[in-house]
C-alpha cells in the first residue's frame, strides 16, 4: 500500500474499522513510514485527549426513564447503520425530547471497538498471506506444545484433531490485544483454523461466544486463566465442533 492511501486510512485504522486485510496492508506500510506512524500516533493522543476532555451532560433520571419507556424495546441490531435508525424512530416517538433521545439512542447502540476481534483477524489473515502460518511446523502435538511453553510462560490445550478432521499443523508465536499469544495451527479441509491462547486478564471462565467478523467465523472463551481464540473461514459449525474438541482435549 503506498504512502497516500495508507494516510487517508488512518483515521479509520486507529478506529478499528478498517477490515483483517486492509488492516495488514496500513500496518505493513506503518512499520516503513515514520511519517504515518507519527500521524497515527497523533490521530491516537487527540482520541485520548476528546475522550478525558469531553464534557458529558446528562440527562436527569426522570427523564431519562421517560425517553428510555417512549424507545422501542429491541435488541441492538448486529448491523451498524440500524443503530442510528432506531434512533431516529426512538426520537420522533418522544417528540420535542428529540435531541435527547438521539444522543441517548445513538450513546447506547454504538458498537464498542473490539481490540481484540481485529487483531486475531489481521493475525489470521496476515498468517495466511506473508507465508507465515508456522514457526514450528508438525503434527507432534509433543512438539508444538513445549516448543510454544518454553517460550511463553503458558500451557495451552494442543492436540492433534486429525481422526477427527481437524489436523493439527504446527504452531507459531502471535500478538493478541497486548499479549504474546501462542497461535497453534489447525486445518479443516481446504481451510486454516488458527487457534490463539493467552493469559486472561479477566480469570473467570466463559462459555464459547461466536461471532461473524468480514466473513470470518470467530469463536473466544476462557478456561483455566487462558483466552482461547478460535478464527477460521470454515462453516460456524465446524469452528463450533472444532471448539469442542478443544474443550475436551
Ligand atoms: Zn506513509
Known sequence: MNHERARSLLHAYADH???????FF???HIATCPSCLAELEAIQAMRTALRTNLTVHRAPPALAMR????LPREAPPPVRRQPVRLGF??????GGLAGVALTLAVTRFTPQPDPLAADVLADHVRSLMA???TDVETSDQHTVKPWLSARLDLSPVVKDFAAEGYPLVGGRLDYVDGHRA???????????????????DDRSDASPRQENRDGFNIVRWRTGGLTYVAVS???AAQL????RLVQSG
Open 240 to 243: 463450533m465442533a472444532f471448539v
Open 131 to 133: 507465508n507465515h502460518l
Open 233 to 235: 473461514d470454515v462453516e
Open 182 to 200: 501462542a497461535a497453534i495451527v489447525y486445518r479443516r479441509d481446504k481451510h486454516v483454523i488458527n487457534l490463539f491462547a493467552f493469559v486472561s
Open 26 to 28: 496500513i500496518s505493513r
Open 67 to 70: 425517553i428510555a419507556s417512549a
Open 17 to 23: 474499522e478498517t477490515g483483517p486485510i486492509r488492516r
Open 89 to 94: 424512530a426512538g426520537a420522533a416517538m418522544a
